[in-house]
T-cell receptor, first 109, second 114 residues
């Protein structure tokens, strides 16, 4: 079956670095997305990886290893506004996105 | 209006009611999606429309009925719902139906079925 695994909840300190992991099993692979969702709001796009390696975008970076079925989202210099859920989603061979349940990130002062 | 809008934002309905959710995108996209989001569960894809044609129905009960009159508008008609249908219903759009283009989400309709 198709599956996405990511931790349910993580806690980190303001100013620190946090890494949110995601492992996926899909029939075929057509890219991996990370979205951010603040409580009560719409998910918003953060990153897209289709090739192995690290993509950096400001304080946020996303890494992909297709051979390991693994991705992570790295958040640096954490700010209180980064408190949100982070959703991992992988595209399968039918070009459908398979979503994880999300990781709730709590930032403490 | 910009992006993807959804109305109403909140809806409480009884099991015998009929209501409709509306979604509108102002991005010139050709694909639109309905998702169900329940607490601590992955997003569940319900329906996909690509160029106004329904391309996917992921075994959704017939008490949910989608309608896509044009590429900018998407409706979800609800009737005879069950309490377990209470959830956040999200609409999204993308340039076309594939996994290379990011999806833009609306703020959702929080549905409560009594």
């Amino acid at each position: 079956g198709q599956n996405i695994d990511q931790p349910t909840e993580m806690t980190a300190t303001e100013g620190a670095i946090v890494q949110i992991n995601c492992t996926y099993q899909t029939s075929g692979f057509n890219g991996l997305f990370w979205y951010q969702q603040h409580a009560g709001e719409a998910p918003t796009f953060l990153s897209y990886n289709v090739l192995d390696g690290l993509e950096e975008k400001g304080r946020f970076s996303s890494f992909l290893s297709r051979s390991k079925g693994y991705s992570y989202l790295l958040l640096k210099e954490l700010q209180m506004k980064d408190s949100a859920s982070y959703l991992c989603a992988a595209g399968d061979s039918n070009y459908q996105l398979i979503w994880g349940a999300g990781t709730k990130l709590i930032i403490k002062p | 209006e910009t992006g993807v809008t959804q109305t109403p934002r909140h809806l409480v309905m009884g099991m015998t009611n009929k209501k409709s959710l509306k979604c509108e995108q102002h991005l010139g996209h050709n694909a639109m999606y309905w998702y169900k989001q329940s607490a601590k569960k992955p997003l569940e894809l319900m329906f996909v429309y690509n160029f106004k044609e329904q391309t996917e129905n992921n075994s959704v009960p017939s008490r949910f009925s989608p309608e896509c009159p044009n590429s900018s508008h998407l409706f979800l008609h609800l009737h005879t719902l069950q309490p377990e249908d209470s959830a956040l219903y999200l609409c999204a759009s993308s340039q076309v139906r594939d996994t290379y283009n990011e999806q833009f989400f609306g703020p959702g309709t929080r549905l409560t079925v009594l």
